[in-house]
Every structure is written in C-alpha cells, then in structure tokens.
C-alpha cells in the first residue's frame, strides 16, 4: 500500500511541474500562478526576490506581455524526493524558449530546486529558487 500511495503522489507532484510547463506556453500567468500556495517564495538570480501567489501572478503577466511573450518553458525533473506524507523536494532542469528557438542558449539553463507541499486542492509549489546551470 505504502508503494502505491508513494507513486501516486511522486506522479501528483510531477504533475504540478507539467501544468506549470503547459501553463508557461500557453503564457497564462493566472493558471502558472494557481499552482503556487498563497505565501509561496520565488528566488530568481540577480538577486530577484517574489513572496506570494498573487505576485507571482503579477510578475508573469508582466514578462508574458512583454519580454516573455510567446516564450515557452523547460523543465526536466532530475529528483523527486518526498519527505513525509505532505512535503516534496524537487530538482529540474531547466530555461525557457523564445519564439523560434529549438535549444535553450546556454545563458538561461538553469538548475531549479522546487518545494511542493500538499493542500486540501492538491500540491502547490511553496518555494522555488533557481541559478545558472
């Protein structure tokens, strides 16, 4: 039982990686946004610092309408480690794609530690951080 129960939910939080990549490509914010927990961290290189699923939302609207426009996301779990019934530890591979690109420039790979966590809905990302690959 504890096998099938611990695939289940390597398979749900792998899940949430996949809509999130569906999210990005599709460039909505609002459903990239809905996959974080309400006071849910963002770390990004350049010192680039996010608390909260609303400015999350907030930042993406703004690069989906300008920088990112068009742009779809990367993201390759290397490790899935789930710690306890209600945590998991993820890392990935991962960059985004402007429109036209076949290969992310080797500028914006990036290696992505995720922290999920289980809600009543489901896992939401509760932190996010990422550096150059």
Known sequence: MTD????????????VLH???????ANDADAFAD??????TVVLPGGVFHQGREEVRRYLSAAFAGPLKGSTSVDEPENVRLLGD???VVVSRSGFLLP???????DRRRRATWVLSRHGDGWRVAAYHNCPA
């Open 4 to 15: 099938t129960i611990h695939t289940r939910d390597d398979r749900a939080v792998r899940e």
């Open 100 to 106: 036209g690109e076949e290969t992310v420039p080797a």
């Open 35 to 40: 996959r974080y927990s309400d006071d849910a």
């Open 19 to 25: 809509a999130l990549v569906a999210a990005w490509a």
């Open 86 to 88: 209600d945590a998991a």
